[in-house]
């Protein structure tokens, strides 16, 4: 008996569907149910929600791209209502968006905020369910946690706006229609959205009408829809780009676009190329880093370059004049918060462009990234602004960890606990060390009592590669990215003057040389430094852990910042057929009984049968079939299920469930040398180039007693991926 209130149903997707639906009662009475369209050929999918079964199927079916499409599952369930089946094709576009394994036909960007009856208390676990089966069933391969943790995933377009950004967005338009305004600034601090924004802004004007809906916008979808009919017929064939300073969060950003139907890599640029071309509509992310001459190091000469193209004054220009000139519509996303380095456009150019008659200011001021909220934010702003007294309260919230350390060693601990759990979780430091190991492979950067680290080891998306765990970023590598835990060390640069009662700086300890050079006024280079710490201080999505390096700052935030203690949230780190054509009609079945966690006394490989496949599987040599036995992956695959695997040849493994040996293993732990299991890896850099530090093996069990398989050491010089789990075999 199905013990979730969920079934999906997977038909081919041709005429004979209406012959089959008849046997379905969701379908025949006109229930509320979710469905998937996709081809795994052509690795497209189109997500949709309707009561009215039939004549959807019979519109997609006439429909000129849709109908390529060769499958579809219905996903159904008593407990579903319409706002139910919206909600859940929100989600699935949005996963299955950030899953990247199809490419979605979908113009809408998901569902409009909203709630009903026991959306949290039922529906989330229900959607976690159809996941688990459309896992099992092969159209989706990562895991929620994995994609949550994705770059693809947190910017990508299919998402829900929040009414605050939905009417930032909303204004956008109406200058972009009404072309009352050259330039649009959007100000918000560090978490409010604003590349979010920037990027839903993209997709809205790339993406043909007729594949879009509106609905996400509710009451006014009326408004936006004549708003981007009047923009198309204004621009009908834009061109735009997205400028990213910061040549680490736009090598990200470019992956992200790369990702996503209707754009593309190119649109996202850096400051130089703006000099190149004109623009209809230059959105600039992050802006208050675009850059003046000023201690620009090797980039002097592009600068002026740039300058001459444009016949510009290269000594009083700047980036930002660039792309003023260069296009007819700006949006400019603005912190000057995040001001951190002398050769940023200085706030009053930005303060000239504002009091333009041709400039719109709007405002972002809700706070979504870290869960402590606005609250957090502006507690911050106080402690490190001296804007608190002994009598102002510590910092609390349920939702969020902030944390003072006493021992670097248990800091650095805590991240890595941290990051096994739940990942995405580094540690950054101010700028209060030279950079040796750039060039001295194997000299230590960070030495504080005696723990040595080293700076990130690459400049280019260092959140996302391998061994970032065990390197300490920088201000550089982290501005713009997410995080879910970051722990800060607060260098020698930074203290604190018990007479004055303020947080001073002691330039002597600044290593960052553009970051000071130029700079006469003691008071500019502190309120950089300040904004350095107040924006990687905002990186953690779940916490923030501090360590103080100077023994007066330390014991000026004693009063401010609960102690971290001893065992506070840690946890342990628990780890046959006939007529038979190989390869056209049939795939080889394995007789190995893979035993998914209880590892058994197994037959090694030997012999195998041809076992025929759905016609849904296309034949490849590199698929072949295996039972799976035990309780450990239930959520996935019932035990006893036959299974489909593409045989391993290279790529990322992290999050995807996989099939694998190890033939030393046969102790009480691991049992035979099989397994099937949900991949994480942890890496590490040394003088020989990247090694796993440790292999994760993570059952997905109804059952707790099930824990993680943690291969290190020497077990690793024995483990072998033999397949990637593409789905159950119905």
């Known amino acids: 008996m199905n013990k979730t209130p969920v079934k999906i149903n997977h038909y081919d997707f041709e005429s004979s569907l209406f012959e089959d639906l008849s046997t379905n009662h969701f379908a025949k009475d006109l229930w509320p149910l979710v469905y998937i369209l996709s081809d795994g050929e052509t690795k497209t999918a189109y997500i949709g929600e309707t009561t009215d079964a039939y004549s959807r199927m019979k519109a997609h079916l006439k429909h000129k791209t849709k109908s390529k499409l060769s499958s579809v599952h219905l996903i159904t369930s008593e407990k579903f209502n319409k706002s139910a089946t919206l909600d859940i094709e929100s989600n699935l576009i949005k996963y299955m968006s950030g899953d990247n394994e199809f490419t979605l036909l979908n113009g809408n960007l998901g569902l409009a905020n909203h709630n009903y009856y026991q959306k949290k208390e039922i529906y989330w676990d229900i959607f976690n369910t159809i996941w688990n089966q459309l896992r099992s069933k092969g159209v989706s391969k990562h895991s929620i946690e994995h994609i949550n943790n994705s770059d693809l995933f947190k910017y990508s377009p299919y998402k829900s ?185 200085k706030k009053e150019q930005f303060d000239l462009i504002k009091k333009d008659k041709n400039t719109a200011i709007l405002k972002l001021k809700s706070q979504f990234r870290v869960k402590g909220g606005n609250a957090y934010v502006e507690y911050i702003d106080s402690l490190l602004n001296n804007k608190l007294n002994l009598d102002s309260a510590k910092f609390n919230s ?80 982290t501005q713009g990215y997410d995080l879910n835990y970051s722990g800060i060390i607060f260098g020698n640069e930074i203290s604190f003057d018990p007479d004055k009662q303020e947080i001073i ?118 698929l072949f079939a295996c039972q799976v036995i035990g309780e450990s992956m239930n959520k996935i695959i019932p035990n006893g299920a036959l299974c489909l695997f593409r045989k391993y040849s290279g790529g990322s493994r992290n999050g995807k469930i996989v099939l694998v040996e190890n033939s030393n293993m046969y102790d009480s732990d691991f049992g035979s040398c099989y397994t099937v299991k949900e991949y994480e890896s942890k890496k590490y850099e040394d003088k020989d180039g990247w090694k796993h530090q440790s292999i994760i093996l993570k059952p997905l069990s109804t059952n707790s007693s099930y824990k993680n398989i943690v291969l290190k050491d020497e077990d690793l010089s024995t483990f072998k991926v033999i397949g990637i789990f593409e789905c159950v075999i119905d």
């Not at 040549?247 to 190329?273: D, E, H, Y």
């Not at 950079?435 to 680290?453: C, E, P, R, T």
Request: proline residues 3%; charged residues 25%.
């Open 161 to 345: 706006l929040t009414k605050e950004q939905s009417q930032g967005l909303l204004q956008i338009l109406q200058n972009l229609a009404k072309e009352k305004y050259n330039n649009t600034i959007v100000e918000g601090g560090a978490g409010t959205g604003k590349t979010i924004l920037a990027i839903f802004l993209f997709k809205m004007l790339s993406n043909q009408l007729e594949d879009f809906s509106f609905k996400e916008f509710g009451a006014e979808e009326n408004t936006y829809l004549d708003l981007v009919n009047q923009i198309k017929k204004i621009l009908p064939d834009p061109k735009m780009a997205l400028v990213v300073p910061m040549t680490s969060f736009r090598a990200t950003l470019k992956k992200v676009f790369k990702g996503i139907k209707g754009l593309s890599a190119s649109m996202v640029i850096g400051p130089a190329q703006v000099s190149k071309q004109k623009y209809d509509l230059l959105v600039v992310d992050e802006s208050h880093r675009l850059r003046r001459r000023v201690n620009l190091g090797t980039y002097f000469g592009a600068f002026d370059k740039a300058c001459l193209v444009l016949d510009l004054d290269k000594y009083n220009a700047s980036e930002l004049d660039w792309v003023t000139m260069q296009s007819k519509h700006t949006v400019l996303f603005y912190d000057q918060g995040q001001s951190i380095k002398p050769s940023d456009v």
């Open 505 to 622: 700086v002691k330039e002597e300890n600044y290593y960052d040389k553009n970051g000071k050079q130029s700079i006469k006024d003691p008071n500019e280079l502190k309120a950089f430094i300040i904004n350095i710490y107040k924006t990687i201080m905002l990186r953690g999505i779940k916490g923030t852990y501090i360590y103080v390096c100077d023994p007066l700052l330390k014991a000026h935030f004693d009063f401010f910042i609960h102690k971290h203690k001893a065992n506070q949230n840690e946890s342990k780190t628990l780890l046959k057929t006939g007529n038979i054509k190989p390869f056209e009609n049939s795939i080889p079945l394995y007789n190995i009984k893979v035993a998914a966690g209880v590892f058994g006394k197994l037959q090694q490989v030997k012999d195998m049968e041809w076992l025929k496949i759905p016609k849904k599987i296309k034949p490849s040599k590199d």
């Open 398 to 477: 349920k939702e969020y960890e902030f944390t003072l350390f006493d021992s670097i060693e248990t800091m650095i601990e805590q991240i890595k606990l941290r990051d096994k759990e739940s990942g995405l979780s580094r540690l950054i430091a101010g700028y209060s060390w030279e950079w040796k190991s750039k060039k001295d492979k194997n000299a230590f950067d960070i030495k504080i009592n005696d723990v040595h680290l080293k700076w990130n080891g690459t400049s280019n998306d260092w959140i996302n590669s391998d061994g970032a765990i065990n390197e300490v970023g920088c201000i550089h590598t």
